[in-house]
């Protein structure tokens, strides 16, 4: 299992690298959630499938996806959809792109009568939309092994999600898990010009 620490250290070296220019393509670094998100994954069984945002690099970690790997995708442009389906792990850059795919991919398991979850992050922006409540009240419909965990940092992009949005709903539903954290990476790249 990685560690705080590990999971800082993983995001300053892929910092160090865009900054060095050896990365040629946007990345989005995490931060300031580790010890929540190193909580949820003790949840989540290395069978479940994880679903994720363009900011992923903890998720595919915590899934148990080799750093190495993670590190060398990072490296051919492709920080923002790391996927790997042999480790039951896909992630988009379209903004609550995944829920849909999530919430079928749950529906399939729960008529082959598997015992495997899903689980599918977004941020608090993904969480105002209507492809999330959707999502969600199928879901609880249904009944589908499906956890949504929504990571609010505040902010829909870089601007605060409350001023954009208003108030932001709460789901009543089991099936959301949200927590709240201060970001400690801008939301894209590394806060500094780089010329490739």
Not at 42 to 52: H, L, N, R
Not at 141 to 164: I, W
Request: hydrophobic share 45%; charged share 15%; aromatic share 12%.
């Amino acid at each position: 299992m990685m560690t705080a620490e590990m999971l800082r250290t993983f995001e300053e070296t892929i910092a160090a690298d865009f900054e060095a220019a050896n990365i040629r393509a946007p990345v989005h670094l995490s931060g300031g959630n580790e010890t929540q998100l190193i909580e949820i994954f003790q949840d989540i069984a290395p069978e479940d499938w994880v679903f994720s945002t363009y900011r992923n690099h903890f998720h595919a970690l915590l899934h148990g996806l080799p750093a190495d790997w993670v590190r060398a995708q990072i490296h051919a442009g492709r920080s923002m959809f790391l996927s790997s389906p042999q480790h039951c792990f896909l992630s988009s850059a379209i903004v609550g792109g995944m829920l849909p795919i999530a919430v079928g991919v749950a529906a399939a398991l729960q008529r082959l009568g598997e015992t495997r979850h899903v689980w599918v992050f977004v941020g608090d922006m993904a969480a105002t939309t209507g492809a999330f409540h959707e999502a969600v009240q199928y879901a609880d419909g249904q009944d589908l092994p499906v956890h949504f965990v929504v990571e609010d940092n505040g902010f829909s992009t870089d601007s605060p999600t409350l001023e954009c949005w208003g108030k932001v709903p709460v789901s009543l539903s089991p099936r959301v898990r949200r927590y709240t954290y201060a970001r400690t990476w801008p939301h894209s790249n590394i806060g500094k010009w780089v010329n490739f």
